[in-house]
Nanobody, 122 residues
């Protein structure tokens, strides 16, 4: 069956870095766009970054542009989100999602992972 598993979350100080991974199975990974979404405490889930079937089509939310980098390794069926210069407002649960469309809106994606928690705090 379709499975997306996130990993790499944790506690980090402001200004620190984390790399999240989204490992996929059960579908044709290289044909799907992958998005990363953040649900911050008390807020609606929002798109953070997305990547098309190759590393040439990427998009970032304004709040993370210049700090986060998304890339994929189709051979490993994994998408990574490198998060640098983390801020307290980056705190929340990060989920990855797979879909045949590309964008930062949830409606583009039909398969979702369970999420990994990131806490940015001193």
């Amino acid at each position: 069956q379709v499975q997306l598993v996130e990993s790499g979350g944790g506690l980090v100080q402001p200004g620190g870095s984390l790399r999240l991974s989204c490992s996929a199975s059960g579908f044709t990974f290289e044909n799907h766009a992958i998005g990363w979404f953040l649900q911050a405490p008390g807020k609606k889930r929002e798109g953070v970054s997305c990547i098309g079937s190759s590393n040439t089509s990427v998009s970032y939310a304004t709040s993370v542009a210049g700090r986060f980098l998304i890339y994929r390794d189709n051979a490993k069926k994994t998408v990574y989100l490198q998060m640098n210069n983390l801020k307290p407002e980056d705190t929340g649960v990060y989920s990855c999602a797979a879909g045949l469309w590309w964008g930062l809106g949830e409606s583009a994606y039909e398969h979702w992972g369970q999420g990994t928690r990131v806490t940015v705090s001193s």
